[in-house]
């Protein structure tokens, strides 16, 4: 993936609709969750084999939720002056040491607590 040329290609669609001044960090966010929102709807009552055999048309849909979710992050990433692989490589260090492959693997308890159902 080439951010650049995506955030390139990303701020010329916003320039040519003078949208700038709408793409602050709040209005980004919001946008975003909406988006995730329609992701979320997607998937809200399939089970799991059904979440993880899309048919096409769903499959089509999803992408296309996807790339509006990575696009709202990377307009945010972009107006927070934030290097979204340098951020990421941080926050995966970071994750290695707070769940470390031998108390982790398998485990879906969060920081260390039960899950209650």
Known sequence: MDIEKIKQRIQKFSDDRDWNSHHNPKNL???????VGELNEIFQWL??????????????????????IAIYLIRLCMKLDIDLEDTI???????????????????????GKSINR
């Open 29 to 35: 966010v919001m946008a975003l969750t909406g988006e």
């Open 47 to 68: 089970d799991f084999d059904d979440s993880t055999n899309l048919p096409p048309e769903v499959l089509e849909h999803t992408k296309e939720e996807v790339a509006d």
């Open 89 to 111: 490589h941080s926050k995966m260090g970071k994750n290695e040491i707070k769940y470390p492959p031998q108390s982790s693997s398998g485990n879906q308890k969060k920081y």
